[in-house]
Every structure is written in structure tokens, then in C-alpha cells.
């Protein structure tokens, strides 16, 4: 799996073992063997997933858990020795996604890791996706459907349909779209505006109505 870990556990032994079973199914693995390291390579490396021993030198887990949620939503699993109720609900109170006991599993424990990401990913995919009109659009996979097919746009026809959904009922003139989708610096005129609107409505088949023209100022996209 194509995933970064950040790995926060002072004791080494530990640590090279997960490290290992976590390789072995295609994870990049960076280590930090107390708080203050994980804070700073969590700070320094883009990482997918935190696995945060709750017993740590320097700054114990729940802190580290605490600071991290401050600055990002990163999966979080957190392996402890303490297995009393409350230390689990505060963890998860903190923000933690799962909890393991030690002694555990290392196979369990690249499997809810991968529980985890998979329903991070789901949790992403679904927000960044909004349906308007038949016409589905996710901005994160930069894809556009209409009923579950495909729609094979470009990246400029893609952007184009995104700013007139994005302002939906605002008539917008041929030089707003030229700025925003072109950029300032665009050396050209209205009919490349024009040129791709024809094309985007051809892709988008009957809902090509939702655009609509208006004569001599641009183009409105109409519920």
C-alpha cells in the first residue's frame, strides 16, 4: 500500500518490528522514538497515518494526539500497554480513530491501519464530490460523471464546468472566465471562451441546457 506512516514509539525493539510488517505490504515507514520528534517530523514529512504509542518521554501521546488534531484530521491509531476503559474513551475523546493493546497483533495492526485509510479515503472522496443537476463532480480526482459515465473532459473543460457550477445562476462574462480559468496573463480573446463552452456542452450531451448563453455578456449555468 502506497502510504506514509509516522511512527511515534520509544521503544525500539517495538518499533523495528512494526516497522518491518509494515514495509513488507508496501508502507513507507519514518520513526520518532519520543513526543517531541513525532511533533516535529509529523510538522516536517507529509505523512497519511500516525501510529502513537500513548507512553512516551518527553510528550506522552495524548498530547501529541491533542496537537496533531489541532492541525489536521490524519488517521490516527494509538497502541498502548494501558487497557482501562477511560484511557481508551480519552483517547478517543482526543481525536485517536482506533486503539490497540499491547501486546498485540503486528498483522492486526497493518490491517486497521489499512480499515483506517480506507475509510479516510472514503471520508475525502465524499466530500469532495457534489452532484448538481445529474452532474457529478470531484475535485480532489478532478472526474466529472453524468449517471455513472465518465465524462472525458479536459483539464481546461473540467475547470470551466467546475466555475459555472461554482456560480451557478451568476451570469458570467467572457472575460471573467478568460481570468479565472486562462489567468490574467492570457494572450487571447472571447472565442477561446466560446470554442470551449461548444465543446463542454457537446461532452455533456442533454445537459448541456444548464448553460446557457446570454447574448453579447457570456454565460450562466441554470438549475
Same mark, same amino acid.
Given at each position: 500500500?502506497?502510504?506514509?506512516? !509516522? =511512527?511515534?514509539? #520509544? ?7 512494526? *516497522?518491518?510488517?509494515?514495509? %513488507?505490504? +508496501? ?61 481508551? !474513551? =480519552?483517547?478517543? #475523546? ?7 493493546? *499491547?501486546?498485540?497483533?503486528? %498483522?492486526? +495492526? ?61 451570469? !458570467? ?51
Amino acid at each position: 500500500m502506497n502510504a506514509t506512516v !509516522l =511512527l511515534i514509539e #520509544d521503544e525500539k525493539r517495538l518499533r523495528d518490528i512494526v *516497522k518491518a510488517y509494515f514495509e %513488507k505490504d +508496501l508502507f513507507n515507514v519514518i520513526e520518532a522514538a519520543d513526543g517531541e520528534e513525532g511533533l516535529r517530523k509529523f510538522n516536517d514529512n507529509q505523512v497519511d497515518l500516525i501510529i502513537l504509542d500513548l507512553m512516551l518521554p518527553k510528550v506522552d501521546g495524548l498530547e501529541v494526539c491533542k496537537l496533531v488534531r489541532q492541525k489536521s484530521n490524519i488517521p490516527i491509531i494509538m497502541m498502548t500497554a494501558r487497557s482501562e476503559e477511560e484511557d481508551q !474513551l =480519552l483517547g478517543f #475523546d482526543l481525536g485517536a480513530d482506533e486503539y490497540v493493546t *499491547k501486546p498485540f497483533s503486528p %498483522k492486526i +495492526l497493518v490491517a486497521k491501519a489499512k480499515s483506517v485509510l480506507r475509510r479516510s479515503i472514503d471520508t475525502k472522496e465524499e466530500a469532495d464530490t457534489r452532484t448538481i443537476c445529474g452532474i457529478t463532480i470531484n475535485s480532489s480526482s478532478r472526474t466529472a460523471y453524468i449517471n455513472e459515465e465518465l465524462l472525458q473532459l479536459t483539464h481546461k473543460e473540467f475547470e470551466l464546468l467546475c466555475y459555472l457550477i461554482d456560480n451557478k445562476g451568476i451570469v !458570467l462574462t467572457r472575460d471573467q472566465l478568460l481570468n479565472n480559468i486562462w489567468g490574467y496573463d492570457y494572450v487571447g480573446d472571447g472565442r477561446t471562451v466560446d470554442t470551449h463552452i461548444k465543446k463542454l456542452r457537446h461532452k455533456l450531451g442533454d445537459k448541456a441546457k444548464h448553460i446557457s448563453t446570454v447574448i453579447r455578456v457570456g454565460y450562466k449555468f441554470e438549475e
